[in-house]
């Protein structure tokens, strides 16, 4: 029942989008206030991420992952009467979709099922703040690196205890862009002073990375949110590894190697360093470091030539990759920006790794909706603007 209608919303996914945001935010006001002021760049997420999560309820590991997110969530105030309002609104948006293949079984189905996935993540929510975990974290920063044009490496010091594991990443938000939240890694093993470290790499016209990198400074207060990632050392002892990174990507693998350097100095690996041009491998003096301690660790500048184009670094990353050998008997934990991740875990593949020995962040699945049309006259002429949802359109005419 919930796939059949959801193969019918799918295709109306913006129209349905639009018509979930608008009821909520109408029917309970204030709710506005807790979603950043500009929604358009990932407005699809939390709606998407609903319907992946209700239509996905058998795959294993979703209870754990909601018990995340919902510990997560107390950063949003996500309150059980919120998870109320954004189950109603869900339910209105798919009746408004579906259309005619709504039903009251269809109702009853997504209820039940949206039901089950909130009192995982409420779960989550009660157990962190009986564990006395504060929803989120303030922190100072203390110092505020620029490294060439459009990078900054931001040292924090969290007012309270922030316990987290090397490789892992954290949400950030700044009052500079209120309620928006971007990920980004921790960059150290947890250090002896409670300091963190962050490497942010500038996105022309981004609102958080262009905060942190031009305006942030020293004295400033950041908020931190449950870290998180996977991309947590997996290797047995004297087990073979290579660190693989591209720009800001050397932030979770420099903490990776400091955990190393303290956990197991004998280790044998190769590391492989990527940047656009030289004056962006901001961690070589770091990378220099690592490799005094650890006598094992084999390690690759690469970049373009000058005057090349940047991703002439991954041609040649791709062709160094290829010219070394015992893939099948390597973790490699792979860190950059997504296109990469991608064209290198493809490239590792054909070289003998098995995919469940290549480590890497990405945030978790939600998806993204393709438009297709629904009937042979949308086919046609195409799908119709959405609609938004507009409780006076609907109220009865005044006699
Ligand atoms: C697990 C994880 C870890 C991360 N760690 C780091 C880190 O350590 N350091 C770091 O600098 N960033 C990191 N990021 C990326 C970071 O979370 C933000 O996506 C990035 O800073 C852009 O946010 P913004 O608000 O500035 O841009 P937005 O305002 O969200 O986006 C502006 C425009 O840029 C595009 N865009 C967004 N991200 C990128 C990108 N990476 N490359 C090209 N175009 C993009 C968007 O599609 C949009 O069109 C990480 C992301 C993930 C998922
Ligand atoms: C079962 C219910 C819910 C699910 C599955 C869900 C899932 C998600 C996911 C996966 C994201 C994107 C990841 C992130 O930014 O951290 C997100 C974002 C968000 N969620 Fe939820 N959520 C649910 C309920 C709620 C509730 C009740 C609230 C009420 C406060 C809420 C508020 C938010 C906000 C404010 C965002 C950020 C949106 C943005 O940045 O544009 N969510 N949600």
């Keep these: 029942m919930l796939r059949s209608t959801f193969a019918v919303v799918e295709r109306r996914a913006e129209h349905a989008v639009t018509f979930f945001y608008s009821h909520l935010f109408w029917n309970n006001p204030a709710m506005r206030e807790l979603f950043p002021e500009d929604m358009q760049p990932q407005r699809d997420r939390l709606f998407a991420a609903l319907t992946h999560v209700v239509t996905h309820l058998e795959s294993p590991g979703l209870a754990e992952y909601l018990g995340q997110l919902g510990r997560d969530h107390r950063k949003f105030l996500a309150s059980p009467a919120l998870y109320a309002a954004v189950g109603s609104s869900l339910n209105a948006a798919f009746a408004h979709a579906a259309g005619a293949a709504w039903s009251l079984e269809a109702e009853k189905a997504w209820s039940e099922a949206y039901g089950h996935v909130a009192d995982l993540m409420l779960a989550g929510a009660r157990e962190a703040a009986r564990a ?5 974290w303030d922190a100072d920063v203390v110092r505020h690196l620029r490294y060439g044009e459009d990078l900054a490496v931001l040292t924090l010091r969290p007012r309270q205890p922030f316990p987290f594991l090397p490789g892992q990443y954290v949400s950030v938000s700044s009052l500079r862009v209120p309620r928006v939240w971007r990920t980004y890694s921790l960059a150290d093993a947890p250090r002896p002073d409670g300091t963190l470290e962050l490497h942010v790499s500038r996105i022309p016209g981004g609102v958080m990375s262009t905060a942190l ?5 020293p004295g400033e207060t950041l908020r931190l949110s449950v870290p998180g990632g996977g991309l947590t050392a997996r290797t047995e002892p004297g087990g073979l590894r290579t660190y693989i990174c ?3 990507g050397w932030a979770p693998v420099r903490a990776l190697l400091a955990e190393a350097a303290e956990t197991e100095p004998e280790l044998k690996g190769r590391l492989f360093v990527v940047a656009r041009a030289k004056e962006y491998l901001y961690g070589r003096h770091d990378v220099e470091r690592f490799r005094e301690r650890l006598d094992g660790l084999s390690v690759t500048y690469i970049t373009s030539a000058p005057g090349h184009r940047k991703d002439q670094a991954t041609e040649r990353l ?3 990759l290829r010219a070394c050998v015992h893939w099948a008997a390597h973790d490699v934990y792979l ?6 991740l991608t064209e290198v875990a493809e490239v590792l593949e054909e070289l003998g790794t098995a995919p469940d020995r ?9 998806g993204r909706f393709t438009v297709r049309p629904n009937t042979a006259a949308e086919r046609l002429l195409g799908p119709p ?3 938004w949802h507009n409780p006076s359109a609907r109220a009865p005419r005044e006699p």
């Design 213 to 217: 990198v031009d305006e942030t400074g």
């Design 318 to 320: 791709l062709q160094s």
């Design 358 to 366: 290549i480590h890497h962040d990405t945030l978790p699945p939600v």
């Design 385 to 387: 603007p959405p609609l």
């Design 246 to 248: 591209a720009g800001t």
């Design 335 to 340: 860190a950059g920006p997504p296109g990469f």
């Design 132 to 136: 006395g975990e504060p929803a989120w």
